[in-house]
C-alpha cells in the first residue's frame, strides 16, 4: 500500500491529487503531530520536508529518503520495493 502524508488540509490534498492525476490517497497531518512523532520534522517546525519512507509487514522502517529527488524518486523506490 501506498500512501501520501502532507501538513496540508484534506480539502488542499484533494486538489492537488486531482491537478496532478496523483494515483494515491493522501493522509492530512494538519497539525503534523505524526510527522513529529516520527522524526520528520522537529517540534517547532511549521512544515515537514519532502521524504519517503518503507515500512516492512509490521511497520518498521527498513528505508528512509530524505533527498527526494522527482524525477527519478518513483524508480528508484521501485528499484528496492522489488528487490
Do not use: W
Amino acid at each position: 500500500m501506498i500512501l501520501g502524508v502532507s501538513g496540508d488540509s484534506p480539502e488542499d490534498n484533494k486538489s492537488f491529487k486531482e491537478k496532478f492525476s496523483f494515483p494515491f490517497d493522501i493522509l492530512s497531518d494538519l497539525g503534523l503531530e505524526e510527522s513529529k512523532k516520527l522524526n520528520i520534522c522537529g517540534v517547532a517546525d511549521s512544515y515537514a520536508p519532502r521524504v519517503s519512507v518503507i515500512l516492512d509487514t509490521e511497520c518498521n522502517v527498513t528505508h528512509y529518503f530524505d533527498a527526494v529527488d522527482p524525477q527519478s524518486h518513483a524508480s528508484d523506490m521501485l528499484k528496492i520495493i522489488e528487490g
